[in-house]
Nanobody, 119 residues
């Protein structure tokens, strides 16, 4: 059973930066994708970025350029670097991992880490 633990969230001023971390434990399969989603109060959960085990990254907003996703295969970790934070970025950020066992995909979620952008 895969367990995901997010960290790195907190209170940051507008224009600041944060690096979110997601560490996966109990991971078995090497074919996977990891992603970061966020959900603000009253809004649906939305994709921020995702990356495959091969390193192919996808971003929900290609025009923004403020988000960078990366992975560390040795540590079984995924990171989300956020630059030039805005109040609108305030949300709970969730880590997602999908693993392929050869026939099926399995989906896992972390508990989330709160990011608050405010003076």
């Amino acid at each position: 059973q895969v367990q995901l633990v997010e960290s790195g969230g907190g209170l940051v001023q507008p224009g600041g930066s944060l690096r979110l971390s997601c560490v996966a434990s109990g991971s078995i399969f090497s074919i996977y994708s990891m992603g970061w989603y966020r959900q603000a109060p009253g809004k649906e959960r939305e994709l921020v970025a995702a990356i495959t085990n091969a390193g192919a990254a996808t971003y929900a907003d290609s025009e923004t350029g403020r988000f960078t996703i990366s992975t560390d295969n040795v540590k079984n970790a995924a990171y989300l670097q956020i630059e030039s934070l805005e109040p609108e970025d305030t949300a709970v950020y969730y880590c997602n991992r999908e693993e392929y066992d050869g026939s099926r995909w399995h989906d896992y979620w972390g508990q989330g880490t709160q990011v608050t952008v405010s003076l």
